[in-house]
């Protein structure tokens, strides 16, 4: 299938910048809006990408304008917290308008402007019965993305994300820096940890072959580990292990709950507690038309949690408006 233009939504983003410059390394023009220039300081621009845009992609015209013309869309917009729905309700306004509304949207304007080829990122375990609300607008959000015959759609459902920059080891490994011991809540919970380039690589080789279109990928390491077991490697990987006391299930969620009230970004949530409820695992090996031999975690944290591999290089440049 010829792809000469791509639009990327959170393309800003840890995954969305690996996504970036594996299709620099192509012929095809990207674009990759963001709400502020601020939000695209990090992000590495490389020969063919066409733009950075400042622009509101919950705004039905400046979403029109920016796919129209594009051969595909990719969608990696996520939040992982939100406030609680009205009672009955499957989940709050924020995982309704990131998770469910913005593909749904998407895919009305790719239909209307005739632009077929569109890839979207879920979330392992999503599931309209699960038992967080984070799980459930994902299972929503696949629904909207899958909605339109006019559009080819591929989903991919990845575990926990790991690489250089993470959000998941990194944050383990640096409060084991300052912490004399490691509070967990849910230590028994089960993870299938992918590494970003995988993922990365999965989106690229969806977006050029047709026949993924309609079907949804989970995206999984070759290994599953205990949340403890995470924790630990983090620890130790990045030179500071510390002991790891799994918390109560009362205490964690009361813990939860009190971040919640501190912070716009807290660490942990309810909702996230109730995420892990269920094993975020995969039911069989990643799809053979991908191509991929998963990356085990061993051959690749040690090194950036440590420090010894280098940050992706970046480039600062202006904002074109």
Not at 9 to 33: D, M, N, Q, Y
Not at 157 to 166: A, H, L
Not at 254 to 278: C, F, G, Y
Not at 294 to 300: G, H, N, S
Request: with cysteine.
């Amino acid at each position: 299938m010829e792809i000469q233009s791509v639009l990327i939504l959170g393309g800003t983003g840890f995954i969305g910048s690996h996504i970036v410059a594996k299709l620099a390394e192509t012929e095809c023009r990207v674009t990759v809006p963001t709400r502020r220039e601020s939000h695209a300081q990090h992000l590495l621009l490389l020969p063919d990408v066409e733009q950075v845009v400042e622009a509101n992609v919950h705004d039905d015209r400046q979403l029109r304008e920016l796919i129209r013309g594009q051969d595909a869309v990719i969608n990696l917009v996520g939040i992982l917290h939100g406030r609680p729905g009205n009672s009955g309700s499957a989940y709050g306004p924020e995982f309704a308008r990131a998770h469910v509304e913005l593909p749904k949207r998407i895919v009305a304007a790719c239909a209307e402007l005739g632009v077929h080829r569109f890839l979207h990122m879920s979330a392992l375990g999503a599931d309209r019965n699960a038992p967080s609300m984070y799980l459930r607008s994902k299972a929503d959000g696949e629904a909207a993305a899958l909605s339109n015959p006019a559009v080819k759609t591929t989903v991919f459902r990845p575990s926990v994300v790991f690489g250089d920059q993470d959000h998941f080891l990194n944050m383990f490994a640096s409060l084991q820096r300052l912490l004399p011991f490691m509070p967990l809540a849910n230590p028994d919970a089960k993870f299938q940890p992918v590494y970003v380039e995988d993922v990365a690589q999965a989106f690229i080789t969806a977006l050029y072959d047709e026949h993924t279109a309609g079907k949804t990928y989970e995206l999984a390491g070759p290994k599953v580990y205990t949340l403890r077991e995470l924790v630990e490697i983090a620890g130790s990987y990045s030179g500071h292990p510390r002991p790891v006391l799994g918390m109560p299930h009362t205490l964690a969620r009361l813990q939860a709950w009190v971040l919640e009230h501190l912070s716009n970004d807290p660490a942990i949530t309810r909702d996230n507690l109730d995420s892990m409820k269920i094993d975020n695992v995969a039911h069989g090996p990643m799809a053979e038309e991908l191509g991929i031999e998963p990356t085990p975690l061993e051959a690749v944290a040690p090194y950036y949690l440590r420090g010894l591999q280098p940050h992706m290089p970046v480039e600062v440049t202006h904002v074109r408006h």
